[in-house]
């Protein structure tokens, strides 16, 4: 099987990416004119996304001229995957450093 038609590898991967992306552009064309206005654009976002990355459409917008094209969009969220950092695990039982019992029952270590 070609890994291109898989989504796994990093051939696999990078052309579902690009599946995923293409379809999110053509949802939120809703005037079907090839661009993405700021509503539009902004329409896809949650309201976390839009507080934390209020200037996310002007990165995208990469000539300046009020519009996201398709290709711009697909630029915009192949770099915000490049940028994307790890998502970080829990702690595990030995990373959560046992707090000191300083209690008036506590055992100090001068008595022994």
């Known amino acids: 099987m070609d890994p291109a038609q898989t989504n796994s590898g990093a051939e696999g991967g990078e052309s579902y990416d690009k599946v995923v992306d293409e379809f999110s552009f053509l949802i939120r064309d809703k005037n079907h004119d090839g661009v993405l206005e700021r509503e539009e654009f902004d329409e896809g976002r949650s309201a ?65």
């Open 48 to 112: 976390f996304d839009k507080l934390s990355d209020p200037e996310r459409f002007d990165r995208y917008d990469l000539d300046g001229d009020g519009v996201v094209t398709r290709d711009e969009f697909l630029q915009g969220r192949a770099s915000d995957r490049d940028n994307e950092t790890e998502v970080a695990q829990p702690p595990g039982p030995n990373d959560i450093p046992l707090a000191r019992d300083t209690g008036p029952l506590a055992r100090r270590e001068d008595e022994d």
